[in-house]
Each structure stands twice: as C-alpha cells, then as structure tokens.
C-alpha cells in the first residue's frame, strides 16, 4: 500500500516552454502532497506544500510563479515549471501523506531537462 | 539552524562489513529523525526512523543511534551486502513528517 506515482518519468523541453508533472497517491487519500528539487548527486529541497483545496505553501526563495501547483483533488497534484530554462533541469519528487505529520510516501520522481 | 549535517559523502564497504553513516543537527525542536534509502532514478523510501526519547532503534540489519546531548545521530547497517548499494539520507522534522530537512546523503558502495 501507499503507493505514489509520477508523470512522465522523465521530459525534455525546449526553453521557455512550459511543462507539467503529475503526482497521484494510487491507494489513499492524501491530505498533504509535498514537492522537492534534486540536483545531481544532492540532496532534496522542499520547494512547497500542498493541501487539497487550498493554495500551496512555497519555501523561501521558491518562485511561485515559475512553479505552479495545483492539488486539485484528495489524489491528484501538478506542478507545472512556466517558462522552463536550463537551469531548471533538475530531478522533480513529490511525496504525500494521508494524515498530519504522518509518513510522507514518495514517488519515483520526474526528470526534467531543459535545452 | 534548519541544516542537517551528514558525513560521509560517499563510502565503500565490503560485503559482509558494517556501514556507519553520521548526521548532526542544529535546531533542538526536530522531533523525528528518518533514514532514507534511494536508488538511481527512483525516489527516497522510507528506511528506519527514530524519536529524541529513544537512544536506540533497530530494524533487522539497520540500526540508528541517537544522542540527543550531541545532537547527532547514526545508521548503523549490519552485514552489508550488495543490494545495500545505494544514497542514504538522514532528515529530521518537527511535528512528525511535516517538514523534511534532509542531509546531504551518502553514496553507499558495498563491494562483493
């Protein structure tokens, strides 16, 4: 169980165009979904929190603008990255909880490369 | 004070040897202290986790060690093997798994 999954696996885009990644919690509700940012050979940052319903929570120095997020339902989040350049190519993990403070699950995570 | 210190950066260890990866904190209000295991590609899972009021948790081959004086805190894997290969990540939080702050993470070599 708790199982989450990401889509796509990995994505290559032109820059300055837009990409979307979805991240879907397939055997629970989650209450909570979270969105992190791996560079190569680094650790995960936290980029924001979302709740379904509600506007997400971004970290400090995270611009809201160029990474959208949207948790539309109790299993369903997206990030979309606008405007992507290459320095936004990076590896894009969401996890999620199904209950406050509880186990974050993490997905697979998405790669994302930017030309 | 959010930062979460991990050491070493990378390791090699015979099969069969004991693996010690170390982390230490500065902020005395993280609460939980997770381990996490991650593949090439795949996302962090969820190894073994431990809280301030215990000194010691062990799960099968993997142990953590916590010292809340120093403020530090250890994965111990016992009888390491290949399968074992792999980045480790220490994260602490306050209030359960609200907020992750992870370390740097260790890459894991064990050698057959």
């Known amino acids: 169980g708790a199982v989450v999954s990401q889509h796509p696996s990995w994505v290559i885009c032109k820059s300055g165009t837009s990409v979307k990644i979805e991240c879907r919690s397939l055997d629970f509700q989650a209450t909570t979904m979270f969105w992190y940012r791996q560079f190569p050979k680094q650790s995960l940052m936290l980029m924001a929190t979302s709740n379904e319903g509600s506007k997400a929570t971004y970290e400090q120095g995270v611009e809201k603008d160029k990474f959208l997020i949207n948790h539309a339902s109790l299993t369903l989040s997206t990030l979309t990255v606008t405007s992507a350049h290459p320095e936004d190519s990076s590896f894009y993990i969401c996890?999620?909880?199904?209950?406050?403070?509880?186990?974050?699950?993490f997905g697979p995570g998405t790669r994302l490369t930017v030309l | 004070q959010q930062q979460v210190k991990q050491s070493p950066q990378s390791l090699i260890v015979q099969k069969g040897g004991i693996s010690i990866i170390n982390c230490a904190y500065e902020n005395t209000a993280f609460d939980y202290f997770p381990w996490y295991q991650q593949f090439p590609g795949k996302g962090p899972a969820l190894l073994i986790a431990i809280r301030p009021d215990v000194s010691e948790k062990k799960e099968g081959r993997f142990t953590i060690s916590f010292n809340k004086s120093a403020k530090q805190f250890s994965l111990h894997i016992m009888d390491s093997q290949p399968g074992d290969s792999a980045t480790y990540f220490c994260?602490?939080?306050?209030?359960?798994?609200?907020?992750?702050?992870f370390g740097t993470g260790t890459r894991l070599l064990v050698s057959p």
């Open positions: 996890s999620a909880t199904y209950r406050l403070g509880g186990e974050q699950f």
């Open positions: 994260a602490a939080s306050k209030g359960g798994f609200q907020k992750l702050v």
